[in-house]
């Protein structure tokens, strides 16, 4: 069973960043893809970034390109969302979710896809 933990999120002021960690445990990272998505008051839930299974390839949401960036530390079993240049429109809850193998560019922000999901980290840009 594979287990996630989200942790890093917060209040920031419009322009700060911040760093999204998961903790993943229960299966090798190395065999998983992992991705963020989040979901803001009264919005649908929707796909924010995803890296694949080897982390060779990576995806952004339109509204997230350029200014956040996904990583993993397989030594951490650990993925990492960068977050700069934050606006007030990026508040939200983020969750992080994982399959095992690897989404392609077409399907990685559906959210069937993913077997597991975290708990979520609240994440507040307002000044």
């Known amino acids: 069973q594979v287990h996630l933990v989200e942790s890093g999120g917060g209040l920031v002021q419009p322009g700060g960043s911040l760093r999204l960690s998961c903790a993943v445990s229960g299966f090798s990272l190395d065999a998983l893809g992992i991705g963020w998505f989040r979901q ?4 649908e839930r929707e796909g924010v970034s995803y890296v694949n ?5 990576t995806y952004y949401a339109d509204s997230v390109k350029g200014r956040f960036a996904i990583s993993r530390d397989f030594a951490k ?17 983020y969750y992080c979710v994982a399959k095992r193998g690897s989404l392609s560019g077409s399907t990685w922000y559906l959210r069937p896809w993913y077997e597991y999901w975290g708990q979520g980290t609240q994440v507040t840009v307002s000044s």
Not at 40 to 43: E, I, M, V
């Open 40 to 43: 803001a008051p009264g919005k």
């Open 77 to 93: 079993n650990t993925v990492y969302l960068q977050m700069n240049s934050l606006k007030p429109e990026d508040t939200a809850m």
């Open 53 to 57: 299974s080897s982390g060779g390839s």
